[in-house]
């Protein structure tokens, strides 16, 4: 037939409409693979938030509500503040919180310990394959058995006195002064933890750009330069999250230690909020004012943890 005859023109009949069904089939299927694509990801996400909010908010709310209510005789009843006003009256309680800040003090010390340590085996300096080695053993201990080794260690007639009467500098009652017993507590909690960290640390080792090293050795810059000026700045994320990380097991990882080397004394000098919310709950049966102990800590976390990453931010902004 030829091409330009009128017949060539003539399309079957509901050829259009079966076209536009198609088309019509396509742009629906199309509406729903994108649909879907918006969809996965909360469909992913579902499960992990479903378990925040019911193991963590929800409890977390219930302990809150729950710090309102009254003891023995007032269990249920709501007291209002009564029990938070018989914490501000606590000595107990406030020797707590002033323990909470010498911690504060000395978390750059816990954070610089595990950093240094995880830039020498970075930059390979003589020894470092001793640190590799090694780091990570405390950190497999039980907080109990720790406790148990330092007992013995820090002893008034243990190994650590006898070498320090050997040298003339005299005993030290590490685990009876109240003077000297929380930094004895606080220095072997750094020494059994501090394996974290620095996997942590050498984790963000491995993100850092060598360039930028390799342009501080050809620039001359000391081994002190080189980490102030180069390691911190590119590390700074890294940084803050073993701040956070490390001020929350301070304030919460601490009890086994505690209960084992000093019982809470002497004089409950050694004293943490966790440790006081377990003295409430389990030997005191006083769970309401325990749960308010727990609110206290719960929020003084949350403000040290924000002050810290605002603080290494700006002078992350500054470098």
């Known amino acids: 037939m030829p091409i330009g005859s009128p017949s060539s023109l ?11 069904a198609t088309g019509t089939h396509r742009g629906t299927r199309t509406t729903r693979g994108a649909r879907a694509e918006r969809l996965a990801p909360y469909v992913l996400v579902a499960p992990a938030v479903l378990i925040i909010v019911v193991l963590r908010l929800w409890p977390l709310v219930l302990g809150v509500n729950f710090s309102f209510t009254g003891d023995g005789e007032l269990n249920g009843v709501p007291v209002g503040l009564s029990n938070y006003l018989e914490l501000a009256g606590d000595p107990l309680f406030r020797t707590a919180l002033r323990n909470v800040g010498l ?12 950093g240094l340590l995880a830039t020498f085996i970075y930059l390979r300096v003589p020894g470092h394959r001793v640190y590799r080695s090694v780091y990570f053993f405390p950190a497999v201990l039980s907080p109990v058995i720790v406790g148990a080794i330092f007992n013995l260690m820090l002893g008034y007639d243990g190994p650590v006195n006898v070498v320090l009467g050997a040298i003339g500098a005299g005993p030290v009652d590490w685990l009876g002064d109240p003077d000297i017993a929380m930094f ?9 933890t501090f394996g974290m960290a620095l996997v942590v640390f050498l984790a963000g080792f491995s993100t850092l750009d060598a360039s930028l090293l390799d342009a501080a ?8 330069r080189t980490v102030w000026h180069v390691i911190i700045p590119a590390l700074t994320r890294t940084i803050q999250f073993v701040f956070v990380t490390t001020m929350i097991g301070m304030l919460t990882s601490m009890f ?4 084992v ?8 000098a050694t004293y943490l909020p966790e440790y006081y919310i377990w003295h409430q709950q389990g030997q005191m049966n006083r769970p309401a004012l325990a749960s308010a102990a727990s609110t206290v800590l719960f929020v003084v976390m949350l403000v ?5 990453i605002t603080l290494l931010r700006r002078a992350g902004r500054q470098d």
């Open 261 to 268: 080397m000093t019982n809470g004394g002497p004089e409950g």
């Open 184 to 192: 004895s507590v606080v220095g072997v909690h750094i020494w059994a």
């Open 103 to 114: 911690l504060v003090l000395l978390l750059p010390v816990a954070v610089a310990i595990p």
């Open 256 to 259: 086994g230690l505690l209960f």
């Open 10 to 20: 003539v399309r079957p009949a509901g050829s259009g409409r079966a076209g536009g």
């Open 304 to 308: 040290v943890g924000l002050l810290q």
């Open 217 to 224: 050795r050809v620039d001359g810059a000391s081994l002190g």
